[in-house]
T-cell receptor, first 114, second 113 residues
Framework: DQQVKQNSPSLSVQEGRISILNCDYT??????FLWYKKYPAEGPTFLIS?????DKNEDGRFTVFLNKSAKHLSLHIVPSQPGDSAVYFC?????????????FGTGTRLKVLA | DSGVTQTPKHLITATGQRVTLRCSPR?????VYWYQQSLDQGLQFLIQ???????AKGNILERFSAQQFPDLHSELNLSSLELGDSALYFC????????????FGPGTRLTVL
């Protein structure tokens, strides 16, 4: 049961354009969402997060949007740079019936073309 | 540098063998998580420890076990290894409650021949 899904395994974008990475979740108990970035041969690193009480969070070139009714979040990177080429994982966390869950999506490989 | 250390960086072993992976969390972090990533797949959550106690369990095989010691470092033990266990194993740590962010180590690449 994949509770957090990233349906696009890969994405190619031209340098300077917008990159949009999508993530869907199925469990409404998730109340905090994060994006991580992973380069080859390195561990994932935290990028940006959003609480379920917000619908948008911005940090420089990175913006995360949350649509709770659709159980969907997206990461926008503007403008995209070649150094952004990496695998991006979304993660969802929350507690239900005393059980804390923290679940990663399968990742989207972003390639920014120079 | 996330502050999370993992040893060894690479491990090559044979089927049927047993290995131990080690993780030291960031200073002050009480939670340790273990993940498996196979062949560019997603991060599969294995197990979480909080201050020495098992907190949550994911898709961890019975051949695998983990523990967190009083100094908060953690070890992941993999036994009766199979070819399919070849993967990257990541450890992550997090601060309690106020920070949902997980800080990942560089990973241990396990190759089972």
């Amino acid at each position: 049961d994949q509770q957090v899904k990233q349906n696009s395994p890969s994405l190619s974008v031209q340098e300077g354009r917008i990159s949009i990475l999508n993530c869907d979740y199925t469990n409404s108990m998730f109340d905090y969402f994060l994006w991580y970035k992973k380069y080859p041969a390195e561990g994932p690193t935290f990028l940006i997060s959003i609480s379920s009480i917000k619908d948008k969070n911005e940090d420089g070139r990175f913006t995360v949007f949350l649509n709770k009714s659709a159980k969907h979040l997206s990461l926008h990177i503007v403008p995209s740079q070649p150094g952004d080429s990496a695998v991006y994982f979304c993660a969802a966390s929350g507690t239900t019936s005393g059980t804390y869950k923290y679940i990663f999506g399968t990742g989207t490989r972003l390639k920014v073309l120079a | 540098d996330s502050g999370v250390t993992q040893t060894p960086k690479h491990l090559i072993t044979a089927t049927g063998q047993r290995v131990t992976l080690r993780c030291s969390p960031r200073s002050g972090d009480l939670s340790v998580y273990w993940y498996q990533q196979s062949l560019d797949q997603g991060l599969q959550f294995l197990i979480q420890y909080y201050n020495g106690e098992e907190r949550a369990k994911g898709n961890i095989l019975e051949r695998f076990s983990a523990q967190q010691f009083p100094d908060l470092h953690s070890e992941l033990n993999l036994s009766s290894l199979e070819l399919g266990d070849s993967a990257l194993y990541f450890c992550a740590s997090s601060a309690p409650y106020w920070d949902n962010t997980q800080y990942f180590g560089p990973g241990t690449r396990l190759t089972v021949l």
